[in-house]
């Protein structure tokens, strides 16, 4: 039957094969997006371009609050808990 079976929906392979790949593509861009060490990058740098004085606090401020929000988001997604 399994030989049979494999015979039968040997036509689909293409499809299964493309699902694979979009399966894949979609895992690897939800491990890039949800990787919280460039958040954390982007937080060092602003705070090295206040005290370098490159930018004023109100502009910290509000970057600040955007990054700690996408790692809210991000630890939110890792501990299964979507909002």
Known sequence: MGL???LATLPLAP???VAW???RVVETAE???YDPAPVERELAELEKALLAG???EETFDR???ELLDRLDEIRA???GTDT
């Open 54 to 56: 490159d930018i004023d």
């Open 21 to 23: 790949v979009m399966e």
């Open 15 to 17: 499809v299964r094969g």
């Open 77 to 79: 997604h890792v501990q």
């Open 63 to 65: 970057r600040e609050d």
């Open 31 to 33: 491990n890039e997006y």
């Open 4 to 6: 049979f079976t494999q």
